[in-house]
């Protein structure tokens, strides 16, 4: 027969959730450069292989890349700090 | 010969095949959002706020092990939308000669199937909750909320930026 009072060793091992301010900002960083090192790049690489052209990689195109990287960045890490509510020191 | 036959059968059913797409398309991107950000998000922020708090502990493991079922239509959606995607891409014959079809592709490789793949394996594989209970193993289970956690954390402002480009992408063609 179970004991409906016995501890439930689900809840007994239940820890803290420990995130830091500093791994969020890393964690962003990655997320921003990862549009600007692997996704455009991707994108670039793609389009270059179908049609032959360098267009792609127009200053445009790469500033393009670098201001949505940096705008995505800042996005991601306002929305986790908010989500795991981590308040400006 | 067969294979442009069933380019022309792909074709005269392009408009058929778009209808199921978006289907899977919104049960894809929307089922899972207000289990998200009404139950999980506010059962989790209120565990955080006390974590030793039995009651708020219970009920977030219950919350994630309801989560991890409800994620079902979500993962049943996304196989049948990148199934339809290939056959309107064969009826409409997009190339990567469009920039906004190169640039989706580069999304559902590059964003969506490994993101999808990572949550396949925390909600229905090894990190499934009810499963973990059922092994009794506690310490397992409790990493497994932790990571699946931190997933979901940091894949929402992906999840948010890059389904909303990817249906803008799809829609206006802008490019």
Redesign the interface.
């Known amino acids: 027969m179970t004991d409906r009072h016995a501890p439930d060793p689900f809840i007994a091992a239940a820890r803290p959730f420990n995130a830091r301010a500093r791994d969020v900002n890393l964690i962003a960083l990655a997320l921003g450069l990862y549009i600007f090192i692997v996704l455009f790049p991707a994108y670039a690489f793609l389009r270059i292989w179908w049609t032959g052209e360098l267009a792609v990689l127009s200053f445009a195109n790469i500033f393009t890349a670098i201001v949505i990287g940096c705008l995505f960045g800042l996005f991601a890490r306002a929305l986790i700090r908010h989500t795991l509510g981590i308040r400006k020191p | 010969m067969f294979f442009e036959s069933l380019l022309d059968l792909l074709a005269e059913h392009y408009f058929v095949i778009k209808f199921v797409h978006l289907v899977f398309a919104a049960i894809w991107a929307w089922s899972t959002s207000v289990a998200y950000s009404n139950y999980l ?1 506010p059962i ?2 209120g ?3 006390a ?2 708090d ?1 009651e708020k ?2 009920l ?2 219950w919350a994630m092990e309801r989560f991890d079922d409800g994620a079902k239509l979500e993962h049943i959606a996304f196989p049948l939308l990148l199934v339809t995607g290939v056959l309107m891409m064969l009826a409409a014959g997009w ?3 469009n ?1 906004w079809f ?2 989706k ?3 559902i ?3 969506f199937i490994p993101i999808e793949a990572m949550d396949y394996y925390l909600a229905h594989l090894g990190c499934n909750k009810e499963k973990l ?1 059922a092994s ?1 193993d ?2 397992r ?2 990493r497994a ?2 990571l699946h ?1 931190w997933f979901l ?2 894949t ?3 999840v ?2 890059s389904i909303t480009f990817a249906f803008f992408l799809a829609v206006a063609k802008p490019f």
Do not use: C, S
């Open positions: 998000l989790f922020r565990w955080q706020r974590p030793d039995k502990i219970a977030r493991n190339t990567p000669d920039g190169a640039m592709l580069v999304l490789v590059l964003v209970r009794g506690a310490e289970y409790e909320i932790h956690w954390v940091v929402m402002p992906i948010i930026a």
